[in-house]
């Protein structure tokens, strides 16, 4: 099976631009869920995605902002961007009916915001 | 408010030494923890998840154990190679249905092993 995927790989930004990303799971995989690390914070949890259905949010501000389709491939969008966006964007799928599933990771979006 | 901590945030080891990582949390509601390995720039890893109704799991040379009632996780790695130089997290996803796409990470410890 084909592991997460994420596009695209980097970005380059200035500041008040919008950004999309996408993702898109392991085969099967309903569940898709969003991170932002940076050196700072660590790792964050955005939010996950199941069945096109937001399912769980983090405290994250609301510029930022996610879809999911029906093949389950999943979008997260941040409008105005702010030089504190600067981060890896990681994505996760899972199976998702379950808490016992492992999440599996995708290898990040690289966004730099000038 | 679930916190996961990691001590040391950096270890620097000779090849070939047993050592052990170790990782925290507050909240011992937790339904399971898991470990994930992370390389420069890239994505992570899953290396071990134990559920918390067990108390560890094993994986090669890598075996992580969970003692939810003290809020305590160690990563234990045998025999350390060059290879297994990597920023190294554990997470923990909270009990209930509602949790079931959310991890709260520790910082992660940085391991070095010098040949």
């Known amino acids: 099976k084909a592991g997460v995927t994420q596009t695209p790989r980097y970005l380059i930004k200035t500041r008040g631009q919008q950004v999309t990303l996408s993702c898109s799971p392991i085969?099967?995989?309903?569940?898709v869920s969003w991170y932002q690390q940076t050196p700072g914070q660590g790792l964050q949890f955005l939010f996950e995605?199941?069945?096109?259905?937001?399912?769980n949010k983090g405290n994250f501000p609301g510029r930022f902002s996610g879809r999911q389709f029906s093949n389950s491939r999943s979008e997260m969008n941040v409008s105005t961007l702010e030089l504190g966006d600067s981060a890896l964007y990681l994505c996760?799928?899972?199976?998702?009916?379950?808490?016992?599933?492992?999440?599996?990771f995708g290898p990040g979006t690289r966004l730099t915001v000038l | 408010k679930q916190e996961v901590t990691q001590i040391p945030a950096a270890l620097s080891v000779p090849e070939g030494e047993n050592l052990v990582l170790n990782c925290s949390f507050t909240?011992?509601?937790?339904?399971?923890l898991q470990w994930f390995r992370q390389d420069p720039g890239k994505g992570l890893t899953s290396l071990l998840l134990?559920?918390?109704?067990?108390r560890e799991q094993t994986s090669g040379r890598l075996n992580a154990s969970l003692d939810k009632s003290s809020g305590r996780s160690t990563l234990y790695i045998a025999a350390s190679q060059p290879g297994d130089s990597a920023t190294y997290l554990c997470?923990?996803?909270?009990?209930?249905?509602?949790?079931?796409?959310?991890?709260?990470f520790g910082q992660g410890t940085t391991l070095q092993v010098k040949p």
């Open positions: 996760a799928s899972s199976p998702g009916t379950s808490g016992a599933d492992t999440q599996y």
């Open positions: 085969s099967g995989h309903r569940s």
């Open positions: 995605y199941f069945s096109e259905t937001q399912r």
């Open positions: 909240d011992s509601a937790i339904y399971n």
């Open positions: 134990i559920q918390s109704s067990q």
């Open positions: 997470a923990v996803r909270h009990s209930g249905s509602s949790n079931t796409g959310k991890l709260i």
